[in-house]
């Protein structure tokens, strides 16, 4: 059977995939966005809150303007870019040849180059009753609001005050649900505090220090049982009490989504710092599969503004080394280089940094 | 305390404020205590009024000379840590951003609400602005008693 090959195939349409594929096409490489899901964007599609970082990465626009943007940086280059949406990559294989499944039909796909752009999921919750109707990931929360337009209840619990805990918080006020608590196993404050006061000042708690010990309701979630934590995050006996709820929401992190790499063995390292599992990879985002490179959350869970910059400059490198050298390389290579090392320089950016320095035992190699 | 609930200390809250009497017209405060990469504050101020240097990390930092107390800042500010004020003789001004629909309207009665969320009295809602350019964050003129100038931080619908 004939098999369709394209020089470069980018897994994953968010941010890091658009904007390599953008940089891919200015050198002259031509590529195939593999998207999973019905629209382009990623986790951007979801996210109405004006953005962070610089005005270069366009901080201060809302995340779902930036997924405009990037799309229709592709959709202009409508010759260089081809784009594949309800299409999951299922199997990737030695001799660069990948499976792809749209609807019930498989497909294989050849390739010289592959950039893996897949993002990150959502981690779980242990505690009783997880599976209760009622209990939703933040992901899902978001999904459903702001991209359906549905709401999980009327009240809700968020666990985890990470930045996306606090956000998907606000987005729930705004949209008339009342946030009776947001629930912090650690001592203090996950996310930022611009976030936090915010909903502070709506009346919004956040309780550091609890946790929810279990679940309760007949068929869907009527309450949860909260308890204090100690300093070794173990429940302290005798602390419980409950909160009625109809809905509880978690997000206690993301972990990068590298299983299509784990399949063809390219080699892989724990570092919590980055989110859980990621590939080894090298100052050209090239993992330990000749030809496979990766950019974004999948290499470790940041933000849209530094995919956005990983995915420009894998872009740039895997089109040097498929012979397409860009006529600025140089200038933006140090640009993009120098932008990632500025959003990566304060508290935050210095977990991401200490996780690449563990990764490679050297700076900057993400 | 900003770092296990989300309010800072009235310490904190002051030395962002300017000198006794630069406020006889509005000045921007920057709420932004913590190191985080973000900058939109800076670059979208049109009289270069904020500063956060090379480093993206660093706290902005109001230069009260230069700021005429516009408000650009104040919906541009993603973490809504920006608002002005300005000290009349009988009472205060503040712009402050707001995002809840509807917003409220010119002429009306609001509650005025600390960074605790505690409601502390009641303000008089003097302009209400939103246009395109300020997507979605309203900017809203409050009058306020003048023993909350280091209380005040937003307004509630009176229910
Ligand atoms: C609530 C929330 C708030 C946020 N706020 C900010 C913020 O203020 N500032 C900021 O900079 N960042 C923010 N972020 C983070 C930002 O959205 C992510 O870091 C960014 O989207 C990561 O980009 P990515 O391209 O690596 O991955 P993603 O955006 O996750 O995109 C990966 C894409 O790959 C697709 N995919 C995965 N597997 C397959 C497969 N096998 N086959 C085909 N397609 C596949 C997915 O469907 C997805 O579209 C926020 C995130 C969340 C959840
Ligand atoms: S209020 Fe206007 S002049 Fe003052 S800092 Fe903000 S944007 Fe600049
Ligand atoms: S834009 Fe707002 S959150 Fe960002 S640095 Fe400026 S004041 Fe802080």
Redesign the interface.
């Known amino acids: 059977m004939f098999m369709k090959h394209f020089r470069l195939i980018i897994i994953g349409g968010g941010p890091a995939g658009l904007s390599a594929a953008k940089i891919a096409a200015e050198s002259g490489v031509k590529s195939l966005i593999i998207e999973r899901d019905f629209k382009l964007g990623g986790q951007l599609v979801k996210q109405t809150?004006?953005?962070?970082?610089?005005?270069k990465q366009y901080?201060?626009?809302?995340g779902i303007?930036i997924a405009k943007i990037l799309i229709n940086d592709v959709e202009q280059n409508i010759n260089m870019i081809t784009v594949m949406k309800n299409t999951t990559v299922v199997g990737l294989y030695e001799d660069n040849v990948l499976t792809v499944l749209q609807g019930e039909t498989y497909t294989k796909i050849s390739f010289d180059s592959l950039v893996v752009a897949t993002g990150a999921s959502e981690k779980f919750l242990a505690f009783e009753n997880n599976d209760l109707p009622g209990i939703y990931g933040a992901g899902a929360v978001q999904t459903l609001m702001n991209v359906h337009g549905v709401l999980p209840g009327e009240k809700v619990v968020m666990i985890g005050s990470g930045n996306i805990g606090l956000i998907v918080s606000y987005q729930l006020?705004?949209a008339g649900v009342n946030v009776l608590k947001v629930l912090e196993a650690a001592?203090?404050?996950g996310g930022?505090?611009?976030?936090?006061?915010?909903?502070?000042?709506?009346?919004?708690?956040?309780l550091?220090n609890h946790s929810i010990k279990k679940a309760i309701g007949k068929d869907k979630l009527e309450k949860i049982l909260v308890s204090e934590l100690d300093d070794k995050w173990e429940f302290i006996e005798g602390s419980e009490f409950e909160i009625e709820t109809d809905a509880l929401c978690i997000s206690v992190g993301l972990s990068p989504m590298g299983n299509l790499l784990s399949m063809i063995g390219a080699e892989m390292k724990y570092i919590s710092k980055l989110g859980g599992l990621v590939p080894v990879i090298d100052h050209h985002h090239e993992t330990t599969i000749k030809n496979i490179y990766v950019a974004g959350d999948v290499c470790g869970v940041e933000?849209a503004?530094s995919a956005i910059v990983e995915g420009y400059l894998t872009g740039l490198l895997v089109s040097e080394r498929l012979g397409f050298r860009h006529k600025d390389f140089d200038n933006l290579y140090d640009d993009y280089n120098s932008q990632l090392d500025?959003?990566?320089?304060?508290?935050?950016?210095v977990r991401t940094l200490e996780g690449l320095q563990e990764l490679r035992g050297e700076r900057n190699v993400k | 305390m900003l770092n296990k609930t989300g309010v800072p200390t009235l310490e904190e809250i002051k030395s962002r404020f300017p000198k006794k009497g630069l406020l006889i017209k509005h000045k921007a405060i920057t709420e932004c205590y913590e190191e985080i990469p973000c900058n939109p504050c800076a670059t979208s101020c049109p009289f270069n009024a904020i500063h956060i240097g090379e480093d993206i990390n660093t706290p902005p930092k109001v230069d009260f000379n230069n700021c005429v107390g516009c408000g650009i800042c104040v919906y541009s500010c993603p973490g809504l840590a920006i608002f002005t004020v300005e000290e009349h003789s009988d009472h205060l001004r503040f712009k402050i951003p707001f995002e809840f629909v509807p917003y409220p309207k010119q002429g009306e009665t609001w509650h005025g609400v600390n960074r605790n969320g505690d409601i502390i009295t009641n303000v008089d809602i003097l302009k209400v602005s939103i246009t395109e350019k300020y997507d979605k964050t309203a900017l809203i003129e409050v009058k306020v008693d003048k023993e909350f100038i280091h209380d005040f931080v937003t307004i509630r619908r009176i229910t």
């Open positions: 809150h004006m953005f962070f970082g610089s005005e901080a201060k626009t809302r303007n006020l705004q001592p203090t404050i930022y505090k611009v976030h936090a006061s915010k909903l502070k000042r709506l009346g919004v708690d956040i550091t933000e503004s500025n959003l990566r320089s304060g508290p935050f950016g």
